[in-house]
Each structure stands twice: as structure tokens, then as C-alpha cells.
């Protein structure tokens, strides 16, 4: 049986947050339920049950679901930031990867930070570097959400790329100063280079050169992250940098970023470009041990796992190479 006194308080705290109060205006209560201030307070402490009746008059009052806030002891409820980003409208995509910049830039000073990445697809702190795959990026997130209709080389004149570039680069400058691990599978490269082959396929680069150059720039990021992994820190700054190798499907691409007094916050990709920003320590916590588990299970190729490291690395190369030896042969339809 359900405990009464729990519920009511429930009630009383979402009550709480619909009136912006740190202390529940027992005036107020005993206005809404026409009784005494003595009756409100004695209800509020859990001293008297609520009728039927009341709990109905509250809950209309204050535009309270019961249904939810019985589903409150059941599941975990909590808010997040989720900023739409259009890039058709550059100032939206400026604005987005701003936030973005700004989030990361806080970790910077604080020497006790660090941020956690499962790389279900190429995480966003290696595409940056990289202009036209950053765009190619873009470009399909624009095709899909929005139905562009123009080819990859219509787009790249048409997006203003100066700004870009500026927080592009900032945000891998200060990616490089905060220590990091991340989690790969042996399909991460994999949904990129796919869109580059649907794309030529398809006929949507009218530069016959820019699908190679888009592949030699994910040949790149495999040489910098290989570089980074066997020293075991990244950048100038020799900042420590951990890779592990999952056999287990990673689900989707987390950025689970901590601080010394714990979890700050946990960044959930959507889609290509889009993300949550989940503030919730309860959802954070668990994240947090989601991934600990995965680093468990997983294989690390940092430090002395040279064997293991170089068969992980050729192996993405290969894919790289025979996608390009594909477009170079012209085996299209």
C-alpha cells in the first residue's frame, strides 16, 4: 500500500516549485482549501491527511498531474538543456557551438576535470580540426532534418566557415588541455565513411576530389589519435589521454563531463549535430557507472598494448583505403 504521507509531501514539493518559493505560503494553502492557517500548516507538516477532495483542488490549482506525480516514486524525473540548432541559419549554429565552447571552456582552470567520451560515432573534439569533414558534417545533418537539396561543394559556398573556424579551433585547443579517456568500437569510423560512400554514390559531390579529401582527413584523426594513444597524453600540453577498445555495442555517444566535487554534467548526442546537456546528478551518477563498467570490459591500447593497438589502427586504415580505392575506381552505379 502506497505510504500517504509520502505522497503528500510530493505534492507539496512540486507545489513548492510551481510558486517559486524556498518555504511552501501556508497563507496561500488555506486560501486554495478555504480552511485554517493552523490546518494548512498541520496538513503541510503530514500531521492531518489530505481529503480526496483537497489533493483534487490543489492539483488543479496549481496545474499539478496526479498521474505524474504518482509516476514520481516510480521514475526519476528530471530536466535538461536541448538547444534546436538549425544551420540553415548560421547564427543559430554559431550560437549552439558557442554554448558548446562555453561548457568545455569552464574544465579549462580546473585542474581536477576531466571529461569521459563513448564514441558510438567520431567524437565532435576530432572532426573540428578538420574543416571539410566538419562541414561534410553539417552538410548531411542539413540533407536530412532539412532537405537540402544542393551538393556538398553548393553548401561549403553558401556556410560562412570564419566564425566556425575560430570556435572550432578554440574548443580543440582546450579539449587538448583536459585530461580525457575515450571508448571506441570497431565500427566508429564506420557510419562517416558510409555517408561519404552514400554521398558519392548518389552523385552529391561535384568535386570529384573533396570525397578523397574527406577520407584523408579521417586517416588523419586515426594518426593523431594513434599518436595521442601511444604516448598516453595528448596535444602540446602533454595532457594525460586514455583509449579503450569495446567489443560491446556502445549504444550511443556520451560526453560525461567531471569535476573534483563530482559528476558536473553529462553531454548526450542526438541525431549528427544536436545534444542534451543533462544536468541531473541521479542521471549523471549513472551514466558515470555505465561507462566505468564499459572501461572495465573494454580492452585499454594505451601504454603497452602494442600489438593490440597497431591491429586496431591498420584495421581502420584498411576501411579508409579500400573506401578510397573504391571512389578512385570510379565503382559506382
Given at each position: 500500500?502506497?505510504?500517504?504521507?509520502?505522497?503528500?509531501?510530493?505534492?507539496?514539493e512540486?507545489?513548492?516549485?510551481?510558486?517559486?518559493?524556498?518555504?511552501?505560503?501556508v497563507?496561500?494553502?488555506a486560501?486554495?482549501?478555504?480552511?485554517?492557517?493552523?490546518s494548512a500548516?498541520?496538513?503541510?507538516?503530514?500531521?492531518?491527511?489530505?481529503?480526496?477532495?483537497?489533493?483534487?483542488?490543489?492539483?488543479?490549482?496549481f496545474?499539478?498531474?496526479?498521474d505524474e506525480?504518482?509516476?514520481?516514486?516510480?521514475?526519476?524525473k528530471f530536466?535538461?538543456?536541448?538547444?534546436?540548432?538549425?544551420?540553415?541559419?548560421?547564427?543559430e549554429?554559431?550560437?549552439?557551438?558557442?554554448?558548446?565552447?562555453?561548457?568545455?571552456r569552464?574544465?579549462?582552470n580546473?585542474?581536477d576535470?576531466?571529461?569521459y567520451?563513448?564514441?558510438?560515432?567520431?567524437?565532435?573534439?576530432?572532426?573540428?580540426?578538420?574543416?571539410?569533414?566538419?562541414?561534410?558534417?553539417?552538410?548531411?545533418?542539413?540533407?536530412?532534418?532539412?532537405?537540402?537539396?544542393?551538393?556538398?561543394?553548393?553548401?561549403?559556398?553558401?556556410?560562412?566557415?570564419?566564425?566556425?573556424?575560430?570556435?572550432h579551433?578554440?574548443?580543440?585547443?582546450?579539449?587538448?588541455q583536459?585530461?580525457?579517456?575515450?571508448?571506441?568500437?570497431?565500427?566508429?569510423?564506420?557510419?562517416?565513411?558510409?555517408?561519404?560512400d552514400?554521398?558519392?554514390?548518389?552523385?552529391n559531390f561535384s568535386?570529384?576530389g573533396?570525397?578523397?579529401?574527406l577520407c584523408?582527413q579521417?586517416?588523419?584523426i586515426?594518426?593523431?589519435?594513434?599518436?595521442?594513444?601511444?604516448?598516453?597524453?595528448?596535444?602540446?600540453?602533454?595532457?594525460?589521454?586514455k583509449?579503450?577498445l569495446?567489443?560491446?555495442?556502445?549504444?550511443?555517444?556520451?560526453?560525461?563531463?567531471k569535476?573534483?566535487t563530482?559528476?558536473?554534467?553529462?553531454i548526450?548526442?542526438?541525431?549528427?549535430?544536436?545534444?542534451l546537456?543533462?544536468?541531473d546528478?541521479?542521471?549523471?551518477n549513472?551514466?558515470?557507472?555505465?561507462?566505468?563498467?564499459?572501461?572495465?570490459?573494454?580492452?585499454?591500447?594505451?601504454?603497452?598494448?602494442?600489438?593490440?593497438r597497431?591491429k586496431?589502427f591498420?584495421?581502420q586504415?584498411?576501411?579508409?583505403?579500400s573506401?578510397?580505392?573504391k571512389?578512385?575506381?570510379?565503382?559506382?552505379?
Amino acid at each position: 500500500m502506497e505510504n500517504n504521507f509520502e505522497i503528500q509531501q510530493l505534492l507539496f514539493e512540486e507545489i513548492r516549485k510551481n510558486i517559486s518559493s524556498q518555504h511552501l505560503q501556508v497563507d496561500l494553502i488555506a486560501d486554495v482549501l478555504e480552511i485554517t492557517r493552523d490546518s494548512a500548516y498541520r496538513r503541510i507538516r503530514g500531521e492531518k491527511p489530505l481529503t480526496i477532495k483537497e489533493v483534487c483542488t490543489l492539483c488543479k490549482h496549481f496545474r499539478i498531474s496526479f498521474d505524474e506525480l504518482m509516476g514520481n516514486r516510480i521514475f526519476h524525473k528530471f530536466d535538461c538543456v536541448y538547444q534546436p540548432v538549425n544551420v540553415s541559419m548560421p547564427e543559430e549554429y554559431h550560437r549552439y557551438m558557442h554554448t558548446l565552447l562555453d561548457r568545455i571552456r569552464l574544465l579549462k582552470n580546473d585542474s581536477d576535470s576531466s571529461i569521459y567520451t563513448s564514441a558510438l560515432d567520431i567524437p565532435i573534439f576530432h572532426l573540428i580540426a578538420r574543416k571539410e569533414l566538419m562541414i561534410f558534417k553539417l552538410y548531411t545533418w542539413i540533407q536530412c532534418i532539412h532537405k537540402y537539396k544542393g551538393t556538398m561543394n553548393d553548401f561549403m559556398k553558401e556556410i560562412d566557415t570564419s566564425q566556425l573556424a575560430d570556435a572550432h579551433i578554440r574548443l580543440g585547443n582546450i579539449y587538448e588541455q583536459i585530461p580525457s579517456a575515450e571508448i571506441w568500437t570497431g565500427n566508429t569510423i564506420m557510419s562517416t565513411l558510409t555517408l561519404i560512400d552514400y554521398n558519392v554514390e548518389t552523385g552529391n559531390f561535384s568535386d570529384k576530389g573533396l570525397p578523397l579529401q574527406l577520407c584523408e582527413q579521417v586517416m588523419s584523426i586515426l594518426n593523431k589519435l594513434q599518436e595521442w594513444t601511444e604516448k598516453g597524453e595528448k596535444g602540446e600540453y602533454a595532457t594525460p589521454f586514455k583509449f579503450y577498445l569495446s567489443e560491446m555495442d556502445l549504444g550511443n555517444t556520451y560526453i560525461l563531463i567531471k569535476r573534483a566535487t563530482g559528476v558536473s554534467n553529462c553531454i548526450v548526442k542526438l541525431f549528427t549535430i544536436n545534444n542534451l546537456n543533462v544536468l541531473d546528478k541521479t542521471f549523471c551518477n549513472e551514466v558515470e557507472s555505465w561507462l566505468n563498467k564499459l572501461f572495465e570490459r573494454a580492452s585499454m591500447l594505451s601504454g603497452n598494448m602494442e600489438k593490440e593497438r597497431l591491429k586496431f589502427f591498420n584495421a581502420q586504415r584498411y576501411k579508409v583505403r579500400s573506401l578510397m580505392e573504391k571512389i578512385q575506381a570510379g565503382s559506382y552505379r
